[in-house]
């Protein structure tokens, strides 16, 4: 029986890195597992830390890259029960040749493609 | 005082000054040595043999009066792990040293007739051999001690540890940092290996009273540098608390893993569980917790402003090692299953004693784990295998002569090199641009061969763009050619990221170097020239017997699916034929 289901919460691991972890009561990591409600998406959880969404740059949901730093793409992605996020600060870098060629959302990939090539996107 | 070539021949223990020829007088760094090499080296010759060189020179501005985190100090020869040519450069103290006596570039070649060991000491007053028996046997934290012992002034230190001394392919070649540490490495290749068959133990060099870089326009050059430094204190990234300063670069294992693109035991998944215990940011909860002289406030070499390095301490506060980049905790960790950072801080310091690349000799460890030596997670006996090396042994030899002869020995199928080399952090399954930098590098599976984000140099586009479809060849091109001329300036390669964001940044690097040389060198030119020097180092490497069929990806990527995306290498053998093709079309 999906207990989750049937008590209308989630349960979805969060990883803070850097700055963020003190979101999560962390000094540089804060891992978390947080109850959220069936429906709620990212902008929920990053309420639930009261992560300001400015602050966050990259974001994963279960290796998928959702967003990037300077763009919101990921508020409305739907969680689901066992997912894991991670979520960076703006003090990460990636350079772009160890991020050509991963695997991208849906939403991140119209999102880029309405705001055109990104700078500053070390 | 023109810049000379000074020549070693370790056969007749004699030292030449030479005037730089016109045909190299336009090259520092990586372009000098390559140049050298190409021109001086039989492609077809042993790396182990007489025929072979090491060549060492310093970039256009290292050693100039506060050109910003410019020390890097590049060494060439035939590689013993690829057989291809090889550059492989490093911070610490030699380039700036080097460069402030004058010299352009040090060649050692010839063997000494007498199977001894020796020291050469460079100053102002010239070259002096010494026999230095007493050395051999030693790490590398004890020869750098030994040195600054018995030389005064803090000179800089190159040598190898046991592993050059054994002639092993995955033989590094130290320098000293600022206290004295042998935590830089020209590690990758095994050019330590070709260091001990010209019997050098050690390269000793004081540059006090040396006449100094000299400056062909020191107006252009400090509106250059000036330039430069400001983008460097500006930016994200490398500016005071930055994520590079704060994390170095170790900022990046938690998010390659949450990418699913971190090799982990062994390339055979994507993602470690314990990843974010051995990440940038567990190393400096720990340093500052446990205080002393642990920082993460660290220069790999003076004049460095951004500081990526950090010193590691132990639990009591006192200098344990220097330093756990992201390459080295991934290679020592999660590519061995391994999650205790303590574990790959000891092993790192064993690489950095014995002398080994902590890229190689952590796949190694990996590899021989898949083959049932050891099991993964295995942090002790991962530990052990470097007694074996440092002692020798024959399980020892085989384990530093790297990944191929390992996997041989074991009976592996997942071997993950290209050329003889094996690959960094980054796997290319997931990441598919790094994979095309990989098969086609002229060094053999190289990270940093392809390192800037050239396509704003190049006007591919103008700006990066994550969707872009551009040919992935082109933009490998571009990336290794940006990344072979940085690798000729001096400059460390992490000032690729302000000066492509800020365009003061990108003008005040060329002028700089505009400016020390006297060469009418803007930023159009770089790729020109940096494919230059690709050109060079390409021919060589087809004279000596490679093919485009050498610019390939190991087989078992393209066989297994790499969790969690259960992606394999599908890139297309002609994506990766197009990236060198101009080599015999210009």
Redesign the interface.
């Known amino acids: 029986m999906d207990t989750s289901s049937h008590n209308n919460t989630i349960t979805v691991n969060t ?1 803070l ?2 700055p963020l ?1 003190k979101y999560g009561g962390g ?3 804060a ?1 978390i597992n947080v109850a959220l409600e069936h429906g709620d998406k990212i902008e929920d959880l990053l309420k639930y830390f009261e992560l300001p969404p400015d602050e966050k740059s ?1 974001l ?1 949901i ?2 998928v ?1 959702c967003d ?1 730093p300077g763009l919101y793409a990921s508020q409305r992605e739907l969680l689901h029960d066992g997912d894991h996020v ?1 979520i ?1 600060s ?15 959302s849906d939403s991140l ?1 119209e999102a ?2 309405e705001h ?7 | 005082m023109a810049k000379k070539i000074v020549r070693i021949d370790m056969s007749e223990l004699v030292a030449t000054y030479e005037n730089v020829p016109e045909k190299w007088s336009r090259w520092a760094g990586r372009g000098l040595t390559s140049a050298i090499v190409v021109d001086e080296v039989d492609p077809t010759c042993h790396p182990l043999g007489p025929n072979n060189k090491i060549v060492i020179a310093p970039g256009w501005v290292t050693g100039s009066p506060a050109a910003p985190s410019s020390g890097r100090t590049s060494f060439g020869g035939k590689s013993p792990l690829t057989g291809t040519i090889k550059e492989t450069n490093s911070g610490g103290l030699s380039g700036q040293k080097i460069a402030k006596l004058g010299i352009a570039a040090i060649i050692i070649e010839g063997m000494p007739k007498n199977d001894k060991w020796y020291s050469i000491f460079i100053s102002k007053d010239g070259v002096e051999f010494e026999e230095v028996g007493g050395l051999v046997g030693k790490g590398m934290y004890e020869v750098d001690e030994l040195m600054w012992e018995k030389y005064p002034n803090k000179p800089a230190v190159i040598g190898i540890g046991q592993a050059g001394e054994m002639k092993l392919s995955n033989a590094g070649i130290s320098v000293n940092d600022p206290e004295n540490e042998p935590g830089r490495y020209a590690g990758r290749g095994g050019l330590g290996a070709v260091m001990g068959v010209r019997g050098v133990k050690a390269i000793v060099i004081d540059d006090k009273g040396g006449p100094g870089v000299e400056i062909a326009d020191k107006d252009l050059f400090t509106q250059g540098r000036k330039k430069l430094t400001a983008a460097i204190t500006e930016h ?2 490398t500016k005071k ?4 300063h ?2 170095g670069t170790n ?2 294992m ?3 893993n ?4 971190l090799p982990t035991r062994n390339f055979s998944a ?2 470690f569980e314990g990843a ?1 215990k051995i ?1 940038g ?2 190393v ?2 720990n340093i ?1 917790e446990r205080g002393g002289v642990g920082t993460t406030d660290h220069p790999c070499h003076p004049g460095c402003i951004i500081k990526c390095s950090s010193i590691y301490p132990d639990e009591k506060g006192n200098p344990f090692v220097s330093v756990l980049e992201y390459e080295t905790a991934w290679a020592l960790g999660a590519n061995c299953g391994i999650d205790d950072i303590e574990y790959v801080a000891k092993m790192t310091r064993e690489c950095n004693d014995i002398g080994l690349d902590t890229i190689e000799a952590g796949n190694t460890i990996a590899v021989a784990m898949d083959g049932g030596y050891l099991e993964f997670g295995d942090k002790e006996g991962a530990f052990k295998t470097f007694d074996e090396i440092r002692k020798g042994t024959p399980l020892g030899r085989i384990f530093g002569q790297g990944v191929e002869a390992t996997a041989k020995a074991f009976g592996v199928y997942r071997v993950p090199t290209v050329k003889g080399q094996s690959m960094p952090a ?1 796997e290319p399954r ?6 095309v ?1 990989y098969a086609t590098s002229t060094m053999g599976a190289d ?1 940093t061969s ?2 800037t ?1 050239a396509p704003e140099i190049a006007g591919v ?8 479809n551009a040919d ?1 060849a082109e ?1 490998s091109l571009t ?1 290794q050619a940006a990344t072979a001329f940085i690798d000729c300036t001096g400059y460390c390669l992490f000032i ?2 302000p000066i492509l ?1 800020i365009a003061e940044g990108w003008a005040g690097m060329a002028e700089s170097v505009a400016g020390v040389t006297g060469m009418d060198v803007t930023g159009d030119d770089v790729i020109a020239m940096g494919k230059e020097v690709l050109k060079m180092e390409r021919l060589f490497n087809e004279a000596a017997g490679f093919t485009p069929e050498d610019d390939r990806l190991p087989e078992f990527m393209r066989d297994e699916a790499l969790p ?2 259960n992606v394999k290498w599908t890139m297309a053998d002609e994506v990766l034929d197009k990236v060198y093709a101009w080599v015999h079309e210009d």
């Open positions: 990883a890195y850097g972890a000094k540089y990591i891992e990259y994963f279960n290796a890259l990037v991670g960076f703006l003090q990460h870098m990636w350079p772009y040749q160890y991020r050509d060629g991963i695997r991208m990939t880029l493609e055109g090539p990104i700078k500053n996107t070390y | 994200a990234l608390d930055g994520g590079l704060a994390f900022v990046l938690n998010i390659i949450e990418a699913g693109g994507g993602q974010a990440s940011e567990a400096a909860e500052n980054y997931a990441i598919k641009g790094i994979g930098t990270h392809g390192y984000i586009g103008g700006k990066v763009d994550p969707l872009s992935k933009l990336f690729a990221f964001d969690p995306h």
